[in-house]
């Protein structure tokens, strides 16, 4: 079950604290759980877990290939292994290790790619991936997260101890937008239904989540009813939920801090033409690379803003 929050605001804890915060307590309990990092442990906020559990932490160096394969070994050794790295890094340069090592020898591995599309501000575009989530879709049987804050963080983590595959987790390290109540929790596959409308469904992940649910007030204002959907798990995908939205509300707008090439919308997309063909418009990242900048300069430099979905939003009913 879940709640959201009245009013948007910044989140108290930074993503990173809840992921090293929940990770710790998941130590505590089960010592299978081992960290990896890719020289990044004051980036990722690991400090304190590799100070508590020197033991079950390992310092892989900027060498994140190598990093999937210990995760691999660690796996087959009974270990549930979680290892970090900025998000090109997790996903672009390491997809083979990810495909061979771990996907397809069936092993047990996570990986959290942090900071993704343009939360990487002033790292710039080679720190910048767009594409990451698009990158590993193709490989079968992954799982691919991308939660809103860190409530949302801290529940999903702690479900990764007892599932087994191969987990790709997206997130921003720092600031977010809190949208959930401490205490709500996610079932990994499913979405959640966050506002309901009958006029168009906007469906987003992510920082997204927060700037869909500013556009959907925002459109009432203007007398548009507009359904909001946090679809935190990309792959797989919640079909049902996304059939009933279009069979609903007649019009999908998809948002996404991502290259809408191969990312949610393309997958939603999917699942709607399959089943429930109706009016979509994507808000995302049109096939560009980063660059550096702030994190409010470069959502308005990518169109990834309240108002860009709710010009969407317009557009989709529009063409119903």
Request: aromatic share 8%; with cysteine.
């Amino acid at each position: 079950m879940f709640k959201i929050k009245s009013e948007l605001k910044k989140a108290e804890v930074p993503m990173r604290d809840a992921y090293c915060n929940t990770l710790m307590q998941m130590a505590e309990k089960d010592e299978r759980i081992v960290a990896l990092d890719a020289d990044l442990i004051s980036s990722s906020g690991m400090k304190p877990f590799f100070a508590k559990f020197p033991e079950r932490a390992i310092q892989c160096g900027i060498a994140e290939a190598n990093m999937i394969g210990i995760a691999a070994g660690l796996s087959l050794t009974g270990k549930v292994p979680f290892a970090h790295s900025f998000g090109p890094f997790a996903s672009r340069r390491v997809c083979d290790q990810i495909f061979i090592s771990a996907a397809y020898a069936n092993l047990n591995i996570r990986i959290l790619g942090s900071d993704p599309g343009v939360t990487a501000a002033y790292n710039g575009g080679t720190h910048m991936p767009f594409e990451d989530m698009g990158v590993l879709r193709s490989i079968p049987g992954i799982t691919l997260i991308e939660p809103c804050d860190p409530v949302a963080v801290a529940d999903i983590v702690s479900q990764l101890s007892d599932v087994y595959g191969v987990y790709y987790m997206r997130m921003a390290r720092k600031s977010s937008i809190a949208v959930y109540e401490p205490g709500s929790t996610f079932e990994i596959g499913k979405g959640n239904l966050l506002r309901n409308g009958t006029d168009v469904t906007i469906i987003a992940s992510g920082i997204m989540v927060a700037e869909s649910l500013k556009a959907a007030a925002a459109l009432e204002a203007d007398g548009v009813s507009a359904r909001v959907v946090d679809l935190f798990t990309w792959k797989p995908i919640d079909t049902e939920l996304i059939v009933d939205c279009a069979e609903k509300t007649g019009a999908i707008v998809t948002a996404e801090n991502h290259n809408i090439f191969g990312g949610l919308g393309s997958a939603v997309a999917e699942a709607v033409t399959q089943n429930c063909p109706v009016p979509m418009e994507f808000v995302g990242v049109t096939d560009r690379f980063g660059q550096v900048g702030t994190e409010d300069f470069l959502r308005a430099e990518y169109g990834l803003t309240a108002e860009n979905v709710a010009a969407a939003a317009k557009r989709a009913i529009e063409r119903k």
